[in-house]
């Protein structure tokens, strides 16, 4: 299958029910949580403000604890000029709400691509019993394979990250010196994730070996993709399925290379 078609079938299969569901419900869920905890707070904050703003509004002094820390008495000071004027009082719960809502929408999709990543055995489940029923899933490492896997990458990253140093001073150069090191974890991460779901330690080995620089390829331009503010929201169910898809034809291929090869030594033999 050419590799167009492997991104058409991709999209394709995205768009299906299930997949959707795995892809918008996660995000959905995280969001009314997230949300409805930063507004109760922060409603709860500015109830307890009330009193303190209605003294300043009305000119009232503002008593601070000598004993306090620095910041505090700082942002106690600030408050208190802010919420004398009601224009500055309105300026602050609206950026208060605004950024709020930005930063918790932001977090929320970094929690979601978490949570997909566990969900990933599920998405390759639902794959595999549409296209590929006829290819056994076996899955190699342990429960503690993924978090060794991360740690390391993660390690490596921040070790990429120190080496570029140099390279972040030189215009258009420092834009690939700053991006490698999280692709290197990006790739590192996904392909692990998909592949030990599907192949064994043995084929993954001997897929490895022979189209590593396929995945890389492939993973490159999932990267690029997920760069895309937008389409991260819900792409990180698209690039299980696409890095699955290419798994699955790998292991299509190498089964029937080992079927071919039995099939001769019985011709062989007889």
């Given amino acids: 299958m050419l590799e167009g078609e492997i991104i058409a079938q991709s999209v394709k299969d995205f768009f299906t029910k299930p997949m ?3 892809a918008v419900v996660p995000l959905l869920l995280t969001l009314i949580i997230m949300l409805s905890l930063f507004y109760l707070a922060a409603g709860y904050g500015f ?4 009193i303190y703003i209605q003294q300043t509004q009305n000119g009232q002094d503002v008593f601070v604890d000598e ?3 620095f910041y505090f008495v700082w942002m106690t000071t600030l408050m208190a000029f802010l919420f004398k004027y009601s224009i500055t009082s309105w300026l602050v719960g609206f950026l208060v709400y605004t950024v709020g809502t930005l930063f918790i929408m932001m977090f929320s999709v970094f929690i ?3 949570i997909i990543g566990f969900l990933t055995p599920m998405i390759l489940g639902i794959l595999h019993q549409r296209h590929y029923q006829e290819l056994p899933i076996n899955g190699f490492g342990t429960m503690m394979t993924p978090l060794f896997i991360a740690v390391k990458s993660f390690l490596i990253m921040i070790g ?3 080496l570029f140093i140099p390279l972040y001073f030189i215009p258009l150069v420092n834009i690939l010196a700053i991006n490698f090191p999280f692709y ?9 994730d998909v592949a030990s779901t599907i192949l064994t330690d043995e084929q993954y080995a001997i897929i490895h070996h022979k189209k590593a620089n396929a995945f890389r390829f492939r993973t490159l331009f999932l990267y690029f993709l997920s760069l895309i ?3 991260m929201l819900f792409t990180a169910v698209f690039f299980v399925i696409y890095l699955g898809h290419a798994y699955f034809l790998e292991l299509r291929s190498l089964n029937k290379k080992e079927n071919n090869s039995k ?3 019985q011709d062989l033999e007889n």
Avoid: C
Avoid at 47 to 50: A, E, I, K, V, Y
């Fill in 229 to 231: 503010p937008s389409l």
């Fill in 112 to 114: 979601t691509v978490i």
């Fill in 160 to 162: 990429l990250f120190f």
């Fill in 184 to 192: 290197y974890f990006f790739h590192k991460m996904l392909n692990h």
């Fill in 67 to 69: 004993q306090a820390p």
């Fill in 20 to 22: 959707l569901k795995i």
């Fill in 263 to 265: 099939l001769i030594e």
């Fill in 47 to 50: 109830d307890s403000l009330q």
